[in-house]
């Protein structure tokens, strides 16, 4: 299982995952204005599932690194 963990994380550091996290929450700030303005859809109830999505993809496989070895990388 934490095979599979390490995979998941690719040896990311958490400096790495912040900035990744940044890139995701911004593109969907883009897409959720693009979703308001040109398309006239309101997709603001979806944005915290999504967000809740990006920090379990982003920070959930670290933190079980953590936990279970005392690493949050294999770096």
Not at 34 to 43: K, M, P, S, Y
Not at 67 to 73: A, D, I, M, N, P
Request: net charge positive; aromatic share 12%; proline share 4%.
């Amino acid at each position: 299982m934490l095979q599979i963990i390490r995979q998941i994380n690719e040896g990311r550091t958490l400096l790495m995952n912040a900035g990744v996290f940044l890139c995701v929450v911004a593109m969907l700030g883009l897409a959720n204005l693009f979703c308001r303005f040109v398309l006239h859809a309101d997709l603001s109830y979806l944005m915290p599932w999504l967000l809740g999505g990006a920090v379990l993809y982003v920070f959930g496989p670290p933190l079980v690194l953590w936990l279970f070895t005392g690493r949050s990388s294999d770096r």
